[in-house]
């Protein structure tokens, strides 16, 4: 069984990111999707809440489970023994990131793997720094994030 993490802040989950889950699990037999804590990132939701928007989110999908993790992606693979990460790319921006990340991470675990997706032309903007300066702001989100996400945030407000 073939199996990927795609791991992120998911600050909060975006339709952007449904659709990377589900074009990889075109590809792989198993998706790990890995909530990092991230300290250095001044989230708007807990680690709690992000996990917790997840699994309703993707509750009826086969084969995905939410993990969070505290320590770098590389120790969280090799704790898990998978080798392959898949990352949505929206951009060049993107891409120049994401390249260097997966250089960093490939300097410190040999075996990794790094699986590029493009974003859908549809959801080439959206991010989650953008849903959420939606929300500081009172502006719609619910074309941004899946209903699951709309709902948890109204209801949590």
Do not use: C, W
């Amino acid at each position: 069984m073939k199996s990927v993490i795609y791991s992120g802040t998911f600050d909060p989950i975006t339709k952007g990111h449904i659709d990377i889950i589900q074009r990889g699990l075109k590809i792989f037999d198993r998706l790990i999707i890995a909530v990092a804590e991230s300290k250095e990132k001044k989230t708007m939701f807990s680690l709690n809440e992000r996990v917790e928007m997840i699994q309703t989110t993707i509750a009826n999908y086969q084969n995905v489970e939410v993990k969070p993790f505290y320590n770098l992606l590389v120790q969280f693979l090799q704790d898990e023994n998978i080798d392959y990460v898949i990352r949505g790319l929206r951009n060049g921006v993107d891409f120049e990131y994401e390249k260097d990340m997966h250089y960093a991470n490939k300097s410190l675990y040999k075996n990794i793997e790094t699986i590029y997706l493009n974003s859908n032309l549809e959801d080439s903007f959206v991010s989650s720094s953008v849903v959420r300066t939606l929300i500081r702001y009172n502006g719609s989100i619910k074309h941004l994030v899946p209903n699951e996400v709309l709902e948890y945030i109204e209801k949590n407000k």
